[in-house]
């Protein structure tokens, strides 16, 4: 089964001469479980891609679906909830909120969504993610890759239907980036989570199921690593 459909994708950004084409008439679809990753030189296209997968932005033309919902039919409002609870987002820099505690920042999603917290799940992610014993400290008592942690634990407290990953090993070193890339293959192999990776490093982009090469705002490449 299909979990994301992306079909005749385009961003313009500008108008007239000044108008730049992100992405050009971009469609894929990706299966439930898979791990995919998308490379691509700076400028390529794949950031603005990951942004309207993850309802960030709007195209200017084309659809995302995702879990058989066309999220830009969707108004803000709804779009706003669809993104919290079936996109899990995880970004370079983190992007968790200085004064809340990582108890806090993992559960944000759904406290905003005012939706109940299901214990075991919660206990469950954040003994696997190691921070267990951090729940009480805020981000700026954590290292690197502990915050890294937070944010993949937000992203998957609402068991959503994909998770996508900007550089999510880009402002880490190596032993953090390895033990990053390892949770996330854990989460996609022992959960089933679909997982989609934004990067530029080629030996994270091996790891996966299938590598998407983004050039000039097209799929240049769609190539199965394991079946």
Known sequence: MNILEVKNLSKVYGKGETAVKALDDVSFSVKKGDFVCIIGPSGSG?????????????????????DQTDIY??????????????????????NLIPILTVQ?????????????????????????????????????QLSGGQQQRVSIGRALISN??????????????????????????????????????ITHDERIALQADRVI?????????????RP
């Not at 794949?46 to 995702?66: A, E, F, N, Q």
């Not at 005012?114 to 400290?137: M, Y």
């Not at 090469?213 to 199965?224: F, M, N, S, Y």
């Open 73 to 94: 039919d969707l108004n803000e409002t709804q779009l706003a909830i669809f993104r919290r609870r079936q996109i899990g987002l995880i970004y370079q820099f983190y």
């Open 213 to 225: 090469t983004i050039e000039d705002g097209k799929v240049a490449k769609d190539e199965v690593i």
């Open 104 to 140: 806090e920042n993992i559960t944000l999603p759904m406290l905003l969504d005012e939706q109940k917290v299901d214990p075991a799940h919660f206990n469950k992610v954040v003994d696997v993610l190691g921070l267990d014993k951090r729940l009480s400290h805020l981000p700026n």
């Open 160 to 197: 959503p239907a994909i998770m996508l990953a900007d550089e999510p090993t880009g402002n880490l070193d190596s032993k953090n980036s390895k033990e990053i890339m390892e949770l996330l293959k854990m989460f996609n192999k022992t959960y089933n989570q679909t997982l989609i990776v």
């Open 46 to 66: 794949k950031s603005t891609l990951l942004h309207l997968l993850g309802g960030v932005d709007r195209p200017t033309s084309g659809k995302v679906l995702i």
